[in-house]
């Protein structure tokens, strides 16, 4: 650093003395503070010195260098992220430990960069999850990993809150058994509960010889740094005060190419893959001059296109770059210069993320510019910006022994060398995922990887792991071995399919539940290109260029990310603030006529009113409520109020939601100021295991959303593979055979543990349990202020019109629209001209008749349920 003319920080030096003291430890840092100089240098520092020639690896060849054993494994969570850090630890190896080598272990590494590491491992090995458990499944495990002095996870942030950070926890677990003395470091920049996220981190140690030295506690290290970060909006013109999800859309398109052209270099961030082909060609049309310097990023492209977009970036010889979250991490472009962020993050650490890569380095301000794609979103800006100055970051848990990936795990062992039970089982428990593991989910667990179960004990693929003559379970059958290598892993999403020209070249994957629908001659917008459907075959789309004309984007699963519970309750509080006149911020005062108008003909939601509106229409009876609780929650909600609703009067509900409230519809008369009180303040079941539970899974078709939870459980356990050697499955097999095995064990093993995973996961990562009922318990402690209305208020609007989506086509929703929007604006008019507050009376605005002649669907009941923005 000296040679450079870099100084250390002060959480740098804290960093190199916790090593040199052999601690482990946890460093919280902004993005570009030099988290990874700081653990590397330290490692170099404290190992490169002790770490001798190993002889149980291949001894090099005569004259070579003789370089150390495996002493480092650099974890981080995306392969893109891998190659990227393996170029930055390499740098200060000539100097600092020539003798060292390094390597690269991903799902990418070549059949020779596999071939040389299976005969020796590098000295420093940067890999993913997945891998190390790939290590870990070999016979020789012990014997090349016991070398192993300091393990690095970086970007914990992204791991510690889901299976793939229980895989993690599972494997330090493992190798802190074999050398007890192992540092574990992980690296963070947005996390809120940083004491858990180390708890979670570093794994307890084996039962202590009476005499071995006491391992020192874990360290928590927090890099501050004066890094600025910069938070702008584009803020538009005219703010409309009826406004709906992606209504700006592209109107900002001037502003955002305005911004692009001042700045050497930006990231467009956008929250779908689909928006982020839409924003491409958008500004490719309104910038030709552009093409070149202008590309795209997402993971459903091409291996090299990526590549040919990350090295443009880190050269400078990109103008702008449009993304997702496949540049989301600690990948290191210090040309750029700014963000744009095309609608809310939706979390304030993902904010933060997206920020840091612009200025990604020590002392540089990083800043971020949010384009608000409907008028709420100026409001979720000014929140953002809130909770950040703050310093509120989302908090993120560990799965709690989660049973499909102990199954994997068990398999993973087995052929790993083998294990006893007793001694594994206490290994398992180290790992703080499964510091609780029942007995008898542990029982449960080994019997399962022994024959199946109940329901699969006739069955030879299901004998995976068998006790030898000396109690060793081990994984005899060669063919399974070859199948389970083949998918290990808990990441799992719908099956993608290739996208190739009928020339040859290869684009990219889309996903197969998307290629389903198209037929030969359609056309589909992908990789920045219009393409007509050719034909289908063996899980690959052949493609030719189509024509310019009318597109289909490509709907991506996983594309509505909720709002964060940390940016609801700063968006409550802005919109208190709003009711006392305070507007301090641009965004706020731009937002505040569409504000004003709610407050004229409802009121707005704050933290201690819960705002409720009625509306008569020839529809039927609506009522909108707004928790602002995001849309998960709302899901939930909503289902668990019409069913309560429906205990009391049999009645069909239609039902819609947002990030900010819901809609219930029902074709029959309801009174609801005089219900909600009732539904909303039930107090015998309001918390997690007082019946809650019970009501919102009968309220909603809870066996079918288990069911699809269940197929990622069932290929995380091994029931079902996504590929064998040489073979792929499509989704709708693995659905089916999911399905199949979901049937048997509901029908013949009514207590098999993973069906009861499959219900626990629905509750807690599809419907958000825990913030439910928290959710139902704040409810209850506000006020609730029910006001009928006769038209929708700005609140109301965006509901009605995702419901809308569901029966109308895109031109006919646009004009039914534009016909009740020029409705409300002039009632609007009149309403603020006057500074009246609305009539409420028994007077309906009647939505019906704004229908187009012969337009389906405005009576009768409705049962499909719509998620909203």
């Not at 920080?9 to 946890?26: D, H, I, K, N, T």
């Not at 509960?193 to 039962?207: D, Y």
């Not at 927090?222 to 709906?244: C, H, M, N, S, Y």
Request: charged share 20%; with cysteine; net charge positive.
């Amino acid at each position: 650093m000296q040679g450079r003319g870099w100084q250390a920080f002060a959480f740098q030096q804290q960093v190199w003395q916790a090593m040199g003291e052999g601690r482990s430890g946890l460093l919280h840092a902004t993005t570009g503070a030099g988290k990874t100089y700081a653990v590397w240098l330290g490692a170099l520092q404290h190992f490169s010195a002790i770490t001798p020639v190993d002889s149980a690896q291949t001894a090099p060849k005569k004259g070579a260098n003789k370089a150390p054993p495996l002493t480092v494994l650099w974890i981080t969570p995306m392969r893109a992220l891998a190659a990227d850090s393996l170029r930055a630890l390499q740098e200060p190896l000539a100097a600092l430990a020539p003798h060292w080598t390094s390597g690269l272990r991903t799902g990418d590494s070549t059949s020779g960069e596999r071939a040389a590491q299976d005969k020796r491992l590098p000295t420093l090995l940067v890999t993913t999850p997945e891998s190390v458990s790939l290590l870990l499944a070999r016979a020789d495990a012990r014997e090349r990993l016991n070398s192993v002095q300091l393990v690095v996870v970086d970007e914990w942030h992204e791991l510690v809150g889901n299976k793939r950070g229980v895989q993690v926890q599972l494997a330090l677990a493992r190798l802190s058994g074999w050398n007890p003395a192992l540092q574990v470091w992980g690296m963070s920049a947005t996390l809120g509960n940083l004491q858990e996220a180390l708890a979670t981190l570093i794994p307890a140690l084996p039962t202590r010889p009476p005499r071995a030295p006491r391992r020192p506690k874990p360290v928590l290290v927090q890099g501050r740094i004066d890094k600025t970060l910069q938070v702008q909006v584009l803020l538009p013109e005219r703010v409309e005060r009826f406004a709906w999800a992606g209504h700006m859309g592209l109107s900002l398109l001037p502003q955002v190419v305005q911004s692009i052209e001042a700045s050497a270099s930006t990231l467009v961030f956008t929250n779908t893959r689909s928006q982020a082909e839409r924003w491409y060609q958008a500004l490719l049309e309104a910038r030709p001059d552009w093409a070149g310097t202008l590309a795209l990023h997402h993971g459903s492209l091409s291996a090299e296109v990526r590549n040919w977009v990350e090295a443009g970036l880190k050269q400078g010889t990109l103008k702008a770059v449009v993304c997702t979250s496949s540049l989301d991490l600690g990948v290191d472009f210090l040309p750029v210069e700014q963000v744009l962020q095309i609608g809310s993050a939706k979390g304030v650490a993902r904010l933060v993320q997206r920020a840091g890569r612009s200025g990604h380095a020590p002392g540089r301000t990083s800043s971020i510019t949010l384009v608000p794609t409907h008028s709420l979103e100026l409001v979720e800006a000014a929140a953002a910006r809130h909770a950040l100055a703050e310093g509120r970051i989302e908090d993120r848990h560990t799965p709690r022994a989660p049973l499909d990936v102990l199954v994997q795990h068990l398999v993973t062992v087995a052929l790993g060398g083998g294990f006893t039970p007793d001694a594994l089982l206490a290994e398992v428990r180290r790992a703080p995922a499964y510091a609780g593991l029942a007995d008898n989910d542990w029982n449960w667990a080994l019997q399962f990887v022994r024959q199946g179960g109940a329901s699969l004990a006739n069955y030879p693929d299901f004998h995976r792991v068998v006790p030898d003559e000396e109690g060793v379970w081990r994984m005899p059958d060669a063919r399974l071995a070859r199948r389970h290598r083949s998918n290990i892993g808990t990441i799992v999403s719908d099956a993608s399919m290739q996208v190739q020209f009928v020339s040859g070249g290869r684009l990219g994957s889309v996903e197969e539940s998307f290629m389903a629908r198209l037929r030969p001659g359609d056309v589909f917008m992908f990789a920045a290109r219009l393409l007509e459907l050719v034909r289908i075959q063996q899980m690959t789309a052949y493609v030719r260029t189509a024509p310019k004309g009318s597109a289909a984007l490509p709907r991506w699963s996983g594309g509505r990310m909720p709002l964060s519970n940390t940016l609801a309750d700063a968006m409550l509080v802005q919109l208190e603030r709003a009711e006392r006149g305070i507007f301090d911020s641009p965004e706020m005062h731009c937002a505040q006529p569409l504000l004003a108008l709610q407050a004229a003909w409802s009121a707005l939601p704050t933290p201690s009113r819960l705002v409720a509106e009625t509306l008569q229409t020839r529809e039927g009876w609506h009522l909108y409520l707004y928790p602002l609780a995001g849309r998960l929650v709302h899901m939930g909600l909503a289902g668990l109020l019409a069913w309560r609703a429906s205990q009391q009067v049999p009645n069909t509900f239609s039902i819609a939601v947002n990030d900010y409230g819901l809609e219930l519809l029902s074709a029959k008369p309801v009174d609801w100021p005089a219900l909600l009180p009732h539904l909303v303040g039930d107090a015998t079941h309001s918390t997690v295991g007082s019946g809650l539970e019970h009501e919102v899974l009968a309220s909603l078709n809870a066996t079918e959303m288990a069911r699809r939870r269940f197929r990622e459980i069932a290929r995380i356990a091994g029931l079902i593979f996504q590929s064998h050697p040489g073979e792929q499955r499509s989704s709708r097999q693995l659905q089916a055979s999911s399905s199949l095995y979901y049937d048997v064990f509901a029908q013949y093993d009514p207590d098999n543990l993973l069906l009861a995973q499959a219900r626990a996961e629905l509750l807690v990562q599809e419907l958000d349990m825990d913030r439910l009922a928290r959710t139902l318990q704040r409810m209850k402690a506000q006020t609730l202020s029910v006001h009928p209305l006769q038209r929708p208020t700005p609140f109301a609007l965006p509901l009605m019109v995702e419901r809308f989506r569901e029966r109308l086509s895109t031109e006919s929703l646009g004009d039914r629209l534009e016909r009740m929007v020029q409705a409300l604006e002039q009632a609007a008019d009149d309403t603020m001209g006057t500074h009246l507050a609305a009539t409420h009376d028994t007077t309906h605005w009647d939505l019906a008749r704004e229908v187009p002649d012969g337009q389906p669907g405005h009576r009768g009941r409705r049962t499909r349920r719509r998620h909203g923005f």
